[in-house]
RNA sequence: GCCGGGGUGGUGUAGCCUGGUCAGCACAGGGGACUGUGGAUCCCCUAGCCCGGGUUCAAAUCCCGGCCCCGGCCCCA
């Protein structure tokens, strides 16, 4: 008798075997993607120094962190991101390594927060990052990147939305706004107010009504770049900011050579948390009834390596979040049919030892060949074996009694149509492969 | 951290408001009817009131606290 019943802990997810099979082909499309663009997988350990977090995001990080002391008192971190190892990593012993360093992993990260709909306390990210290129080809590299990933799992209802976090400051400046942070997320709950209560929302922030009305036209700096360029070089004045919108327009025209133009948007309201991202900053939408919002982001942060003790060294990455991404793929009917069960099940007729052995040979044989087979290991009845095969959908069954084994033979049953043909024992693996194909 | 809704066998649920029959049903699992042939039927078995306290003669049921789940807020690297 259990005396306690021990439970899931909080935010995590036991994964079966029907997630595993979906999850390891989404993994497996990315990752061949990642791979084709010649990124290199890593992986750092599951806890750093808590300190590292801290350094790049301060401290109120660390309430959200799954943070403990170990036995030796050290403070220590489960990781939240790849980013900041990545980072440690390329400060500890790459600096000298040639450039560009293009990294890539697929593990899972840790965050102490309240679950709810597509967020849990331990979720799978597959991601990129790319370190040493100041340029925009190496923004216009992980973008591409990234839509190509989607792609690869067949999700074509997706936009990536372009946005920078230099136009963000200069036009907190523009506004005579100290609090830029405060303004952006005040700008990012726009969806969720009307309009007049985000404009009480925005009075009450200080703005007067000419920095108001310019937050509006902000908003509406959202879509495809031949629309929203030419309005955003009307609102921004200041030659930081004009030259960074020709950053973005040469970043379009590099996507178009990618291949990729079609997915992208521009929409200059994105903040993405503002901790590190120093100019370009991205997030993938996907259209879905499920709440989920976003399915995936990144940015540049050009200075994080520096905060880290290493030589200024510019960076670009992003990270796709596997936990929102497979339940949007499952609701849009875009996972194949992957079947778990095995497919052949080698039964045995009565009790003998004899029989047994050869069933395990047989057995033995068909796995040699890469066969997936089982035989009946709970020493049911030819009946309830066949019930179990119908079950867990065997196609094939081998049934080995007597009157099979003095003939130097075995009955093969096609679990669908019923027939069923005795055939000699060397042949199984032919015949089965025959069958199956 | 805060707010709302919920927690009955492995799964889905009835019962809770209006405390009191062995906590009912279905599916799944095991066995049998049928000792070499399944996807049909019948029978049997396994298995449950989230945890702790309180009220009461009596608690799955009412009250309090905790834990967990679902969702929302904060936050979202």
Redesign the pocket.
């Given at each position: 008798m259990a005396k306690q019943?021990i439970?899931?802990?909080?935010?995590?997810r036991d994964l079966l075997p029907e997630d595993m099979v979906k999850r390891r082909y989404v993994f497996e499309r990315i990752r061949e993607v990642f791979e084709v663009y010649g990124f290199k997988e890593i992986l750092t350990p599951t806890f750093e120094y808590t300190k590292l977090?801290q350094l790049r995001?301060g401290e109120e990080?660390v309430k959200?962190?799954y943070a403990f002391k170990d036995k030796g008192g050290r403070d220590v971190s489960l990781r939240?991101?790849l980013?900041s190892s990545v980072a440690r990593l390329f400060v500890n012993k790459f600096q000298n390594a040639p450039k560009p360093v293009k990294w890539y992993y697929i593990t899972n990260m840790f965050?102490y927060?309240?679950?709810?709909?597509g967020?849990l306390r331990e979720f799978w990210q597959a991601g990129v990052e790319l370190i040493g290129s100041p340029n925009i080809e190496a923004d216009a590299e992980v973008i591409a990147l990234m839509i190509e990933s989607y792609l690869s799992t067949g999700l074509k209802d997706f936009t990536l939305n372009i946005g920078d976090r230099i136009l963000l400051d200069e036009f907190a400046k523009m506004l005579g706004v100290k609090d830029d942070i405060g303004l952006m997320?005040l700008i990012?709950?726009k969806d969720?107010m009307s309009r007049e209560e985000f404009i009480e929302a925005l009075k009450d922030f200080g703005l007067n009504d000419d920095a108001i009305e310019k937050v509006f036209s902000l908003i509406e700096l959202k879509g495809k770049p031949d629309e929203v360029l030419p309005k955003a070089y009307e609102l921004f004045t200041s030659k930081e900011a004009k030259e960074e919108l020709k950053k973005i327009e040469e970043l379009f025209e590099l996507l178009k050579a990618y291949g990729v133009y079609d997915y992208a948007l521009i929409d200059f309201g994105i903040?993405?948390?503002?901790?590190y991202y120093t100019s370009i900053v991205f997030e993938a939408i996907a259209e879905n009834d499920l709440?989920i919002?976003?399915i995936g982001?990144g940015g540049r942060y050009d200075n994080l390596i520096e905060v880290f003790g290493g030589k200024p060294t510019p960076a670009t990455g992003f990270?796709i979040g596997i936990e929102r991404l497979i339940p949007i793929l499952e609701s849009k009917g875009l996972l194949p049919n992957l079947r778990l069960s095995s497919d052949v099940l080698v039964v045995y007729?009565?009790k003998e030892l004899e029989i047994k052995k050869k069933v395990i040979e047989i057995t033995q044989m068909l796995r040699k060949e890469r066969i997936k087979a089982e035989y009946e290991l709970?020493?049911?009845?030819?009946?309830?074996a066949?019930?179990?095969?119908?079950?867990v959908e065997i196609p094939l069954v081998i049934?080995l009694?007597?009157?099979?084994?003095a003939e130097g033979k075995a009955?093969i049953?096609d679990?669908?149509?019923?027939e069923?043909k005795s055939i000699e024992i060397e042949k199984i693996a032919k015949e089965v492969k025959e069958m199956l194909a």
């Open positions: 019943q439970e899931r802990v909080k935010g995590t977090f995001s990080v959200q962190l939240p991101d980013t965050r927060e309240e679950p709810q709909s967020r997320r990012d709950k969720k903040a993405r948390g503002f901790d709440g919002g976003s982001g990270a007729i009565g709970q020493g049911r009845k030819l009946r309830k066949l019930e179990y095969a119908d079950k049934i009694g007597k009157r099979d084994l009955t049953r679990m669908i149509s019923g069923q």
